[in-house]
């Protein structure tokens, strides 16, 4: 579920090997599938109005500390290597806990043949911003 974060430079080269074939700006702004973006649509819909309703009942400091508290567990996660970060504090917090879908027992990456064990040193320069690249490159 979670994605890497590489920043790109609109208007730089285009690596192919870092960010795949389709990779482009294009491939950022539209979704990959029709049906995902009425998925996205009624989640945020739905969001809003959970958001809505639990400031009716408890007012709007409320939505502040669970705005606050999610920006802080979506940021805390495990350096790079062997363990990959669950987030169990923000998967609690936003209550997705309880959704399963097929990411989560289909197509694990540590299941794959070609699959690499990924390098500390370079994920954390990566996090750090001291290097480019994917932090876990796990294909070849």
């Given at each position: 579920?979670?994605?890497?974060?590489?920043?790109?430079?609109?208007?730089?080269?285009?690596d192919?090997l870092?960010?795949?074939?389709n990779?482009s700006?294009?491939?950022d702004?539209a979704?990959?599938?029709?049906?995902?973006?009425?998925?996205?649509?009624?989640?945020?819909?739905w969001?809003?109005?959970?958001?809505?309703?639990?400031?009716a009942?408890?007012?709007?400091?409320?939505?502040?500390?669970?705005?606050?508290?999610a920006?802080i567990?979506?940021?805390?996660?495990?350096?790079?290597?062997?363990?990959?970060?669950?987030?169990l504090?923000?998967?609690?917090?936003?209550?997705?806990l309880?959704?399963?879908?097929?990411?989560?027992?289909?197509n694990?990456?540590?299941?794959?043949?070609?699959?690499?064990?990924?390098?500390?040193?370079?994920?954390?320069?990566?996090?750090?911003?001291?290097?480019?690249?994917?932090?876990?490159?796990s294909f070849n």
């Amino acid at each position: 579920m979670a994605s890497s974060s590489v920043k790109k430079v609109i208007g730089g080269n285009h690596d192919v090997l870092r960010f795949g074939v389709n990779d482009s700006v294009k491939g950022d702004l539209a979704p990959p599938h029709p049906l995902q973006a009425s998925v996205q649509k009624e989640t945020k819909f739905w969001a809003d109005k959970r958001k809505f309703g639990a400031e009716a009942i408890y007012g709007s400091a409320f939505n502040i500390r669970k705005d606050l508290d999610a920006q802080i567990l979506s940021k805390f996660q495990r350096p790079p290597g062997a363990l990959p970060s669950s987030m169990l504090g923000y998967e609690a917090l936003t209550g997705s806990l309880d959704d399963f879908g097929f990411e989560d027992y289909l197509n694990l990456p540590q299941d794959s043949e070609s699959f690499r064990a990924p390098d500390m040193h370079h994920g954390m320069e990566v996090r750090l911003g001291l290097s480019k690249g994917p932090i876990c490159p796990s294909f070849n």
